[in-house]
Nanobody, 126 residues
Framework: QVQLVESGGGSVQAGGSLRLSCAAS???????MGWFRQAPGKEREGVAR????????AYADSVKGRFTISQDNAKKIISLQMNSLKPEDTAMYYC????????????????????WGQGTQVTVSS
């Protein structure tokens, strides 16, 4: 049973924008939810996360001011608005969720999240 489904990836030129969405089930929406990415040959890294309990957000330094994470409680969706995209943003982007809100704090890594989506590819050309 699929619990997190990403959509919205694609190919854009540098400076462009994309919006990723993650549709969650009633079981997986909540707690701490976020986006990670993994480029070929690199480790998976956190991009943005949101504490769905109070809306607190956190971002990787590399995306601050360019990316915005948001939540829609009624639709059980989290989104990632990505603006001013750079070639180095090219990666597979994964939606993650964990029922424990504390996963949103203290710089926790991918191993601390229980639910994962299948990923959506983002490619930014120069």
């Amino acid at each position: 049973q699929v619990q997190l489904v990403e959509s919205g990836g694609g190919s854009v030129q540098a400076g462009g924008s994309l919006r990723l969405s993650c549709a969650a089930s009633v079981y997986t929406f909540g707690g701490c939810m976020g986006w990670f990415r993994q480029a070929p040959g690199k480790e998976r890294e956190g991009v943005a996360r949101i504490d769905t309990g109070d809306g607190t957000t956190a971002y990787a330094d590399s995306v601050k001011g360019r990316f915005t994470i948001s939540q829609d409680n009624a639709k059980k969706i989290i989104s990632l608005q990505m603006n001013s995209l750079k070639p180095e943003d090219t990666a597979m982007y994964y939606c993650a969720a964990d029922p424990r809100r504390n996963r949103c704090y203290g710089g926790r890594g991918s191993a601390d999240f229980y639910w994962w989506g299948q990923g959506t590819q983002v490619t930014v050309s120069s």
